[in-house]
């Protein structure tokens, strides 16, 4: 038994506003899809004329009424003509207008059922919701929303208001107990493309289109895919279809892009390309260095997707054991392997949303291969298991690799890369940014100054202009805005600095050269004292190398003793070791 509550969402269009007042003989799509789907909760939308455009629509359009033979006459524009010269005081005075019109024109029409279908009203929307709901006695909740438009094609408020109901709509019951359909065929061509839109846009949700056939088939339901939907509609007119498509840029900035500082160009860019792949369900993959933000790329653009009620489950490859990767990924079955219990992987656990995965490049091709399938299939299977569990997730990635290198290099499987490379985003380091600096230490010093507030003899900390011109001029931050964070946090919590206000050249500089990786009650273990020297004369690849081998001299080459030292994972440490 199907327990899903459906809904339908509908605009009402003008041949709907007829049956309703009897000038065709049939009862309209709407009526006809509402008994034909069994909806529980119906939504119907009115274009309704904005008031300083319904002089206009009057004079545009043709007027019709039922003559005495219970056919259409229509009056051509040059009586529209006429009322433009003569208008009549109320909207209500039309009929007697047109009585006396067609008695000096010797016709008898009949006005028992007139309606004045120059312009949309308030009072069309209301006749047409009474008639419905004498039609429609099933137990069905019919909601009716009455938007004011400029024109029949205004679409970008359309989109902003629809979608407004719709994601309401979302938020009263969870998805799984749900399932929407929206009917394209009453009202405009913008008014169906807005929906289909709508739809696109949310592809985890259980939405289905439905549209009007011939008479013979009656309601049926479509299954077109969005592209093809959209180059028709380009076919058709091109003008209109490059507005509706320029919704999307007019929207209000999604909620978690409100905090990303991005004065630049360069990052700008990014950013308004992560806000446009967000709408969709594509792969993306965010390339740049290590500490430029790809992970908190991701997650903006998980946040601002129609996946943003599931969870973001995040992996950095990297860092797992190569032995792991696959359960920690897949999940495990009870006795996979000793001491292997019935678990969970990411994919699965990410259900209807969205899994991250950090420093793909770090992958063996053996793994690659596990993730290639489960992206080609939507399947998984949970290591030592024999039954495959379907999927439904969306897949982001990163590095800070040159992949096509590494496909060179037979490092990495093409056919992966052009699964998780539809949008591509590469992020600039912060050196190539440096316009963004002052405003990222404001905001990255607020935030110490939050989170150190309840330290004794604490001061609310500022940069000097002279730290703030060398940091945006001087310093290359090889370490980008992880590095940058941890330097102001370095600089506030230095000791002599605690119950000072300002951060000095001095102590900003310190910070810099100070970046301490790991600290026991025997040793420190900061850069300085291991090479003795300032940051900024290496590569940060042989200061992470000389580091990692120092920690292996200082703990007898026992690994794990030296990853622990350097508060680094096992794998880490390898791939540490390891760099040339």
């Not at 949008?423 to 905001?443: F, S, T």
Request: glycine share 6%.
């Amino acid at each position: 038994m199907n327990s899903k509550k459906n809904i339908l969402f509908t605009w009402v269009g003008m041949v709907d506003i007829k049956a309703a007042t009897g000038k065709i003989s049939n009862s309209g799509p709407v009526l006809q899809a509402i008994q034909k789907g069994k909806y529980d909760e119906i939504h119907l939308f009115f274009y309704i004329n904005s008031e300083e455009n319904t002089k206009s629509a009057l004079i545009k359009k043709e007027f019709e009424w039922l003559n005495s033979d219970g056919k259409y006459i229509s009056l051509s524009k040059k009586y529209g003509q006429l009322i433009k010269s003569s208008p009549p005081s109320e909207s209500g005075t039309y009929k007697s207008f047109f009585e006396d019109w067609c008695k000096n024109n010797k016709r008898n029409p009949k006005f028992e059922n007139f309606l004045d279908i120059t312009s949309n009203t308030t009072q069309m929307a209301d006749r047409y919701i009474k008639w419905i709901n004498d039609k429609y006695t099933a137990h069905s909740e019919i909601q009716s929303h009455k938007f004011e438009l400029d024109n029949e094609n205004d679409s970008n408020s359309m989109y902003k208001k629809t979608l407004k109901v719709v994601e309401t709509t979302f938020k009263q019951s969870p998805r799984r107990d749900r399932e929407i359909t929206f009917f394209l065929s009453p009202g405009t061509p913008s008014m169906a493309f807005v929906w289909t839109m709508i739809a696109f846009s949310n592809p985890i949700q259980n939405i289905k289109l439905i549209a009007s056939s011939d008479h013979s088939q009656g309601i049926r339901d479509l299954d077109i895919p969005f592209k093809i939907y959209v180059e028709k509609v380009h076919k058709r007119s091109r003008q209109e279809s490059q507005k509706l498509i320029k919704i999307f840029e007019d929207l209000e900035e999604p909620a978690s892009f409100l905090e990303m500082i991005a004065i630049g160009p360069a990052i700008k860019s990014c950013k308004d390309e992560a806000k446009s792949w967000a709408y969709g369900n594509e792969a993306v993959l965010i390339l740049g260095e290590t500490g430029t933000g790809k992970e908190a790329f991701a997650k903006a653009i998980h946040e601002a997707s129609a996946r943003k009620e599931a969870y973001i489950k995040c992996i950095n490859c990297g860092a797992i054991p190569e032995n792991l990767i696959e359960s920690e990924l897949f999940g495990t079955t009870k006795g996979a392997y000793s001491g292997a219990i019935e678990k969970k992987g990411l994919f699965e656990e990410a259900k209807n949303g969205t899994v991250f995965l950090d420093e793909i490049g770090d992958l063996r091709l053996q793994h690659q291969v596990a993730i290639l399938r489960a992206l080609q299939e939507n399947k998984i299977r949970r290591v030592g298991g024999n039954k495959d569990i379907d999927i439904d997730v969306r897949i982001l990635t990163a590095t800070n690799k040159n992949l096509h290198e590494e496909i060179s290099k037979n490092n990495f499987r093409a056919d992966l890369f052009y699964r998780i490379a539809v949008g591509i985003i590469k992020l600039p380091p912060l050196r190539e940014r440096k316009e963004d600096i002052p405003e990222l230490i404001n905001y990255y010093l607020d935030k110490v100054n939050h989170n150190c507030k309840d330290i004794p003899t604490w001061k609310s900390k500022s940069i000097s202009a002279e730290a703030l011109k060398y940091a945006v001029e001087q310093y290359e931050w090889p370490g980008n805005i992880r590095e940058l964070i941890n330097v102001l946090t370095r600089a506030s919590r230095i000791p002599l600095n605690i119950g000072s206000r300002l951060i000095d050249l001095e102590t900003f500089k310190k910070s810099i050269a100070c970046i301490t990786v790991g600290r026991t009650s025997q040793n420190d273990y900061s850069l300085e004292s291991m090479i003795n020297t300032e940051l900024g004369t290496f590569k940060l690849e042989e200061v992470i190398k000389f580091c990692a081998n120092k920690a292996m001299k200082e703990t007898g080459n026992r690994k794990n003793l030296a990853a622990k030292l350097l508060g680094i994972t096992r794998p880490t440490l390898d791939k540490y070791l390891k760099m040339s």
